[in-house]
DNA sequence: AGCTACATTGCAATATACGCAACGCAAGGA
DNA sequence: TCCTTGCGTTGCGTATATTGCAATGTAGCT
């Protein structure tokens, strides 16, 4: 479809593997060094690779600055890091810090359990969530406005991925209602039925919710009824980090009792 | 010097910092729109970039799964996240982990100061660091067998950065040995005349050390006797960390007193 | 020194990526 | 309802940017 650039993606994943000599980087391309070079060279420039001393390309600062502006407020990563790790370790299941980015929410960051054989989980840093069948999704559409609601959902088609999925606008707005009343969201299995989730916003300096962490287990590890147990360090955890960028709870009404 | 990638790498750098839609692409590059099309469609293909449900295109996974790859053991990351963090608050200043990778010592993690009026360091993750004139460089290089000191700086041509650079083997060697008796570096502004660090090393499960931390800052905040005063806290730090990864202390040769 | 293996440059040929124009499609207004 | 407008998409001929070659430069090794 586009060759040259296709063969300048190929050398970007085989130098993140491991350091290439423009001679490898030719002979894996199946082309000319003189070709390898120019593209090298034009990735050198936009420090995606970088040259050593020792003549070998090795990947460049350039790639993973942008990953970190694309993931955008690192203030936020930084901030939540932290706390995210510690959420790990109190509860032993996967924690997410997903954000609202653009018109999607996108997992910024996750932790994972460290033991070897821990189930790790599909989700990805800089992929997108499905908005309306995860925890994180919803909870963070319950406390926008009507209007950035309405903004975000108007392209998404709904699919009823499982039997729990609220696969129309109806039954989602319910639930969104239920979930801003109580200030938090579950997952009951909506995008894939045997993953569980809870999840709780994080509010900005303005009060605005702008992400959310999650807890997530799949069902064999353990229910949602004892993903709820660990609400009280979820919700802990989603407080201190709102503290961090700046809210302050008093500003804003509380979340009233259901 | 390569038309097409070097649009194709404007066009991620573009999609990075805001959503595009085709047209917008094609304006910006100043290209047709179904040139700025096929491009898109490639990076797509690669997961660079993504298309969104209303037709925008926005930054893809991809790239952030690479940079994961290329920054290597994601294990080390995740063990050390929560000790880096725990340091920087314990002493107010920018902590770095850095890590040998191939030839090369790169940094992989770093905290600053929260402050919003904190001097940020223009250290990068993702970056190279000078193996000789930097405290983890150094204090990696002190604790590496002679073998692999000597394949690290063969390439290695020396620069005499400022009056305090050891730009010589023979000088350099000396400090390694210092080094490698007290167990940490320091770095009295030998790259940049202003930046000081201290630099403990970490290890891994065979022992060997494979990566380091360094809190640094720069002298008109603190000066390198302060830095030190920090020593314990840094040290406990990469002890804690070494743990994590399954070093045992009692395995190894404590190092002597000097 | 001479050899080998590598990176780099200049240049001509052509494959490749380009712009154009036509088409498809959806949204909004008359 | 139909027309218009603005978008993304496809096919195709052309020209330009990219390629491979061959020659040159450079460094490490015997």
Known sequence: MAQSIQ?????????????????EAADVLGVHKSTALRILQTLEAARFVRKTGA???????????LSELALGSMDLRQFASAHLRVLQRQTGHTVHLAQLAGDE???????????????????RIGRAVSIYASAVGK???????QEERDRLLSHVTFERYTSTTFADRESLDAELTRVAERGWAIDDGEHDAYVMC??????????????????????VIASLDQLKEKLPLLLETSA?????LGFTPESSPAPSAS
Chains 1, 2 share one sequence.
């Open 139 to 145: 909870v963070i559409l319950a406390h926008l406005s």
């Open 55 to 65: 003549g070998t390309y090795v990947f460049g600062s350039g790639l993973i600055e």
């Open 105 to 123: 929410i996108v997992y910024v960051d996750k932790v994972d359990s460290p033991a070897f054989d821990a189930v790790k989980l599909p989700s």
């Open 198 to 219: 809870v999840a709780a916003p994080i509010r900005d300096s303005r009060g605005q919710v702008i992400a959310a962490v999650s807890l997530t287990a799949i069902e």
């Open 240 to 244: 201190l980090i709102s503290q961090e």
């Open 7 to 23: 063969r300048a993606i190929n050398l970007i994943r085989l130098v993140a593997e491991h350091p290439l000599t423009l001679s």
